[in-house]
T-cell receptor, first 113, second 114 residues
Framework: SQQGEEDPQALSIQEGENATMNCSYK?????LQWYRQNSGRGLVHLIL?????REKHSGRLRVTLDTSKKSSSLLITASRAADTASYFC?????????????FGQGTELSVKP | KAGVTQTPRYLIKTRGQQVTLSCSPI?????VSWYQQTPGQGLQFLFE???????NKGNFPGRFSGRQFSNSRSEMNVSTLELGDSALYLC?????????????FGPGTRLTVL
């Protein structure tokens, strides 16, 4: 079953603009991760934020986590056409050790040149 | 290091048949997880193996099974295929099994059931 809901489901922007995607989840978590998927291929890990962290940066990516609201956001700054992909949040539940991730439905991002 | 490899990449089967998918994790990774991705249900966790033992299992019927070998390679098997089993099956490996468990995904096996 899906843990996360992502918003928006689809986002279309111009190159150079910022893209913000939101994710909500239901249970207590160890960490929350964001992945990118290009057109039905494998997922690529982007960034991991632990439950005791509030914000994390990696290059053009900025992730925030609000455990009180059970929500996270991913900001991609100065977007490029190559950022066009589906973006998924995934949570590692607190009571569950190991590699099990619960994924959201994803946001389809289209960056137009 | 070579990435996660999955074979075959594409597979066409008919209802009632069985299928075995293979996954080779990144060298040194001992945790292997499997996910099913469909347009309707999204990405769903199937199971996870570590040191040849199943550590976690998702909500799938017993027709879905898996195993892990001593070299960490993993296989998953689906018996008595149904049309709804058509999906992209993704394998992921992880160097860690607790807390910061980022996953490294393979390209997937696209299974079509006719």
């Amino acid at each position: 079953s899906q843990q996360g809901e992502e918003d928006p489901q689809a986002l279309s922007i111009q190159e150079g603009e910022n893209a913000t995607m939101n994710c909500s989840y239901k249970t207590s978590i160890n960490n929350l991760q964001w992945y990118r998927q290009n057109s039905g291929r494998g997922l690529v890990h982007l960034i991991l934020i632990r439950s005791n962290e509030r914000e994390k940066h990696s290059g053009r990516l900025r992730v925030t986590l609000d455990t009180s609201k059970k929500s996270s956001s991913l900001l991609i700054t100065a977007s490029r056409a190559a950022d066009t992909a589906s973006y998924f949040c995934a949570t590692a539940e607190e009571h569950n050790q190991g590699g099990k991730l619960i994924f959201g439905q994803g946001t389809e991002l289209s960056v137009k040149p | 290091k070579a990435g996660v490899t999955q074979t075959p990449r594409y597979l066409i089967k008919t209802r009632g048949q069985q299928v075995t998918l293979s996954c080779s994790p990144i060298s040194g990774h001992r945790s292997v997880s499997w996910y099913q991705q469909t347009p309707g249900q999204g990405l769903q966790f199937l199971f996870e193996y570590f040191s040849e033992t199943q550590r976690n299992k998702g909500n799938f019927p017993g027709r879905f099974s898996g195993r892990q070998f001593s070299n960490s390679r993993s296989e998953m098997n689906v018996s008595t295929l149904e049309l709804g089993d058509s999906a992209l099956y993704l394998c992921a490996s992880s160097p860690r099994v607790e807390r910061d468990n980022e996953q490294f995904f393979g390209p997937g096996t696209r299974l079509t059931v006719l």
